[in-house]
């Protein structure tokens, strides 16, 4: 069977004057706990009424209800049954109603006495899910129930005879007994007042509200930590998430972690494990102390450091100026408190950094990534002030530790991803230019030859001179065939690390010779410009690679010439510059270089008229060999020009091997300096 209708509304019906009111399950508990105590206080009480909701809920209470029956005459206990939770008739009686039944919705207990009288009518009250705070959803003591808790001995005798007629529906064979306990209340009405003693229900009250007071403010200080430590993760993930700048987070990193722990001083800086010191940046100074920003901060011969390497966790000390390290067996022993003991022993100690920056307590947590170490987290108490880490705040630390270890591995990785993506653009544009020169440097002469050699072959009776003039044309664009691909190839070997560079003393006078020997071998006499070498005869030798010094002044004087018309002019110069550097210079009359391609003539395949519609030879690569040729020796290459047909000079040094002018003489110069042979090309 079961019953729909509300012991709740029953009873406003029988009393309309009733006001309802709306209770938490919390306080309900110590209401009931209370008015349960009146009974076990021996005041007396003949009926106990209890109407539990669920079976779990009586199970808690079970242990109670044996004492309550102990000092009660008639005892019932009403309960949705779960598991074995059945009509019974014991110490007292169990009633269980229908899962369906309004009691299931409902919370009473009734307790009638000679001297005492009290009962408490509840039926929880459900809140739409719109409208509740999912933390309450969440939380049993938060359930919300309205109804009545009153001292009114009439009320109480209603609420009584209501629950004892839901009892005598379920269990009819109760008839005699619930008679009887009718026949009481009858006698309980004509009680005007309540004359128990109220001491043991205000004690259990205080005592409840004390507990609860105890566990809120206790959860209230676990939340805060809770609050803490995710405001200060979620705002280096949001400095994350903005830049990949470690320098940004360390900055957010710092500021945030010291204003939330308070320290005297917080520093958050980058260090791998071979590093003998570190210059500190970031820092946040919670208190009147010196900074320590822009000083070098000693790690190799910091035993603290040391600990934090070799066990690769935090470190720290409680009294960092109570002499905190015993040397004991040549190996120093931290004090009771610190996390890591007996580092290895170093030369120096951390007092004298201690009494320096007066640190007191001294905190090292390692920002450690697949056991390397990355960086580390300091916090430092100074002056006279101790301060004992508890495991809530150093797990602070260690959270903010992994996200910035977090943040340094995603910079790296960006910084790796950033390099590639320009590499990749770099080959995307080599590509291109690869097509177009090939396109070009090669569709060109290729069909020059095939031509020349189709029309020998299908003209027998051609003259001498116009097949003289044939295979001249041949042969030429051979040769441009040739220098093309040996240019591919020589830069490809410089760009990809795998030239053996041969470095001895020579004189620089013979490299400059070789070099415009090669150049008046491969072109006409007639066609070249004016050409001037002003080399001083008591230079110091320079420290180099013949072969690839010939080249670079090769290349240089064969783009001179070619830019310039044959009534210009070609100086090469050298000089000491006043350090350990020679200074070569290619200078021209030629048509000069724009300010603002001064430093993009070096690239690949550049070229000043654009690949395709030049009016001069060559690929483009000239001067990319040239600076990767310079750099590979030890020197650096740089172009001038006021603009325009005024001209360019190509200034690159080379390192020397004495600066006195007596080694550089002839007689040296043939017994120590071997003559370069040029290239082959």
């Excluded at 009734?110 to 739409?128: D, F, H, S, T, W």
């Excluded at 916090?379 to 101790?386: E, M, P, R």
């Excluded at 190839?489 to 410089?494: A, F, G, H, R």
């Amino acid at each position: 069977m079961s019953n729909s209708t509300s012991i709740l509304e029953d009873l406003l019906q029988t009393l309309p004057e009733l006001r309802t009111q709306l209770y938490f399950k919390s306080s309900l508990t110590a209401l009931s706990h209370a008015m349960e105590d009146q009974v076990l206080a021996g005041v007396g009480s003949s009926l106990v009424i209890a109407s539990f909701q669920r079976e779990r809920f009586y199970r808690q209470e079970a242990h109670r209800y044996l004492r309550i029956s102990e000092r009660a005459d008639q005892v019932y206990v009403l309960a949705a049954p779960e598991t074995d939770f059945a009509n019974r008739s014991g110490q007292y009686e169990t009633i269980a109603f229908a899962p369906t039944d309004a009691l299931a919705h409902e919370w009473h207990l009734v307790v009638i006495g000679a001297r005492y009288a009290a009962c408490l009518i509840c039926r929880e009250k459900q809140v739409p899910i719109a409208e509740a705070d999912s933390t309450q959803l969440a939380t049993d003591q938060a359930r919300r129930f309205e109804g009545i808790w009153t001292f009114d001995r009439k009320t109480v005798c209603v609420v009584a005879e209501l629950l004892l007629d839901r009892i005598l529906a379920y269990r009819p064979e109760l008839a005699t007994k619930i008679s009887q306990a009718k026949a009481q209340l009858q006698v309980a009405r004509r009680i005007s007042a309540n004359n128990a003693d109220p001491e043991p229900f205000a004690e259990r009250l205080v005592t409840y509200l004390q507990a609860g007071q105890y566990k809120l403010l206790k959860a209230y200080r676990s939340i805060a930590a809770k609050e803490q430590k995710e405001r200060l993760v979620n705002s280096i993930t949001a400095a994350i998430r903005r830049s990949f700048d470690p320098e940004e987070i360390f900055a957010v990193a710092v500021r945030e972690l010291g204003q939330a722990l308070r320290g005297c001083r917080c520093l958050i800086y980058r260090c791998k494990e071979t590093d003998l010191s570190v210059t500190i940046q970031h820092e946040y100074l919670g208190a009147a102390v010196d900074s320590l920003v822009g000083q070098a901060w000693v790690l190799r011969d910091n035993p603290l450091f040391q600990a934090v390497v070799e066990h690769q966790e935090r470190v720290y000390l409680n009294d960092a100026q109570a002499d905190p390290w015993v040397l004991e067996d040549g190996r120093t022993v931290l004090p009771p408190g610190s996390s890591i003991a007996q580092p290895s022993a170093r030369e120096a100690q951390p007092e004298s950094l201690a009494q320096r920056w007066t640190i007191a307590t001294w905190l090292m947590v390692p920002v450690m990534h697949q056991n390397r170490l990355l960086g580390m987290v300091e916090l430092h108490t100074c002056g006279g002030t101790l301060h004992e880490w508890t495991e809530a705040e150093l797990g602070l630390i260690d959270a903010i530790a992994t996200q910035i270890g977090v943040a340094l591995i995603q910079a790296e990785a960006y910084a790796h991803l950033e390099d590639l993506n320009q590499q990749l653009a770099a080959l995307d544009v080599t590509r291109s230019n690869l097509i177009a020169i090939t396109g070009h440097e090669l569709r060109t002469p290729l069909s020059t030859i095939q031509v020349c050699l189709e029309s020998l072959s299908t003209e027998p009776d051609m003259p001498p001179e116009l097949r003289q003039i044939m295979l001249q044309s041949a042969l030429s664009d051979t040769e441009r065939m040739r220098k093309l691909v040996q240019d591919f190839l020589t830069l490809s070997q410089l760009e990809s690390g795998r030239v053996q560079w041969h470095l001895e003393p020579l004189p620089l006078q013979e490299c400059v010779d070789l070099a415009l020997s090669s150049l008046r071998t491969r072109q006409q006499q007639g066609d070249l410009p004016e050409i001037t070498a002003q080399v001083p005869v008591d230079l110091p030798l320079v420290q180099t690679d013949g072969e690839w010094l010939v080249e670079v002044l090769s290349k240089l004087l064969d783009n001179a010439c070619k830019f310039t018309d044959p009534q210009g002019r070609v100086v090469v110069q050298a000089n000491q510059n006043g350090g350990q550097m020679l200074e070569v210079t290619v200078a021209d009359t030629g048509r000069g270089i724009e300010p603002n391609r001064l430093e993009t003539v070096f690239d690949r395949f550049y070229q000043e008229e654009g690949a395709l519609r030049r009016t001069t030879g060559g690929t483009g690569l000239g001067l990319a060999i040239c600076r990767q040729i310079v750099t590979g020796l030890g020197g650096r290459i740089w172009a001038e020009s006021s603009g325009k047909d005024q001209g360019s000079q190509f200034h690159f040094t080379v390192p020397i091997v004495c600066s006195k002018p007596e080694e550089a003489s002839p007689k040296n110069r043939t017994e120590r300096g071997k003559i370069p042979r040029a290239r082959s090309r």
